[in-house]
């Protein structure tokens, strides 16, 4: 698969050993999905291909695959930081896309919560949920508080 500037953004399919990874890209708005535990290879990239998304990886057996060039993006790096410093040297990942859009826990896009959802925000947070987000699938809620401020500074410290 090959990278096209003129196209969406790039979409992902992490394994399992990048879920922390996967979570940033969510954070930072790209559509991301993770695969279960257990996933076999060979499933993990025919899901990559028929989707049409990357597959991330820290496996070196999956670059062994028929059709994995041009679909899987090996990443050497341990820790989330350093692997998403090793993407970029990939792709062209930005860290700053369309943050907080989607759901950090199941991928879903955000939509504006009903007026009722409030109800669901604890109190002392009710002030900070303007705009309230919530995922339509999973039903998290997400309001701006202390968490995204710290969040945005680490998307910022990952773009740099």
């Not at 399919?13 to 279960?36: F, I, S």
């Not at 025919?46 to 090996?74: F, P, S």
């Not at 040297?89 to 009722?116: G, I, Y």
Request: charge should be positive.
């Amino acid at each position: 698969m090959k990278e096209n500037p003129k196209t969406l953004a790039p979409r992902f399919l992490c394994d399992e050993m990048l879920q922390g990874l996967a979570r940033w890209l969510r954070a930072a708005g790209y559509d991301t999905r993770l695969c279960p535990a257990g996933t076999p290879d060979r499933k993990l990239l025919e899901q990559a291909r028929n989707e049409q998304r990357w597959l991330i990886t820290r496996d070196h057996k999956l670059l062994e695959l028929r059709h994995a060039k041009g679909t899987v993006i090996l990443l050497k790096s341990n820790d989330t930081e350093a692997c998403a410093k090793e993407l970029m040297m990939h792709l062209s990942v930005d860290w700053q896309l369309r943050p907080f859009t989607r759901c950090l826990l199941c991928n879903k896009p955000l939509t504006v919560a009903s007026a009722e959802q409030i109800e669901r925000v604890p109190a002392d947070s009710r002030k900070l949920a303007n705009p309230l987000l919530e995922c339509t699938q999973c039903g998290k809620l997400y309001w701006t508080g202390g968490h995204v401020e710290r969040m945005t500074k680490k998307l910022k410290k990952l773009a740099s």
